[in-house]
């Protein structure tokens, strides 16, 4: 699986375009026009957007993206989510962003922990509540990598300060997280790509 990593939206969220022959899966949509010329100019078959959470900046350009590419959009089974109430959304008030979903018109699908295959890839959903509530992971064992949304980053994690934020939550995910093998690429919404081995060591929420 080629992996496409395309920094964009106001606060610069990482959107991974996964590839697989001519088929491929959005990671979260922050930006509408550079992750749509990319697929154009890569002429590939787009199968589904895979969303790590609902905060708007993650998914600022799906309305558009679906609209235009038909495809489903996947998330958490655990409720509740900001796509369908907003309002738990401290950041749009405080960036002053106004989302808009038609939810007649986005064909949501809703993930459960487990192993999942849509086409030709095939991954697990691990639930990571503690930054949102509809926090998961994206884990592709065959390729050892790990789409961690604000779950977890390089050397830190998502805040737990905020509406549908739980610290205790959060304990349990990264508690959990920790027992994935070493060798493991990180993918997260934010900042740098890292590996399991090195956060295991140097992620002060996770070497306690």
């Known amino acids: 699986m ?7 939206g106001m606060i610069d969220n990482n959107n991974y375009i996964l590839i697989k022959g001519n088929d491929c899966l959005v990671v979260d949509i922050s930006d509408f026009d550079k992750i749509d010329e990319f697929i154009k100019d890569s002429n590939l078959n787009v ?12 998914l600022l ?5 679906v609209e235009k590419y038909k495809v489903p ?3 958490s089974s655990n409720r509740p989510n900001y796509i369908l109430d907003a309002d738990f959304d401290y950041t749009i008030k405080k960036y002053g962003m106004k989302i808009n ?3 007649e018109k986005i064909d949501i699908q809703y993930l459960n922990e487990g192993k999942h295959n849509i086409e030709n890839f095939e ?7 503690g930054h949102t509530t509809c926090s998961i992971v994206y884990y592709f064992l065959e390729e050892k990598t790990m789409f961690t949304g604000d779950f977890l980053f390089k050397e830190t994690i998502g805040i737990t300060n905020t509406q549908l934020s739980n610290k205790k939550q959060m304990l349990e995910s990264l508690t959990k997280i920790k ?6 690429n990180i993918y997260p919404g934010h900042g740098e790509n890292t590996n399991l081995k090195f ?10």
């Open 199 to 208: 956060e295991k060591i140097h992620n002060r929420y996770l070497n306690r």
């Open 101 to 103: 979903f038609d939810m």
């Open 179 to 184: 027992k994935y093998p070493n060798d493991i």
């Open 123 to 129: 991954f697990f959903v691990i639930d990571t509540p």
């Open 73 to 75: 959009v996947y998330l």
């Open 47 to 58: 199968l589904g957007v895979l969303l790590t959470h609902t905060h708007w900046d993650h």
């Open 2 to 8: 080629k992996i496409k990593k395309i920094i964009c």
């Open 61 to 65: 350009g799906v309305d558009k993206f």
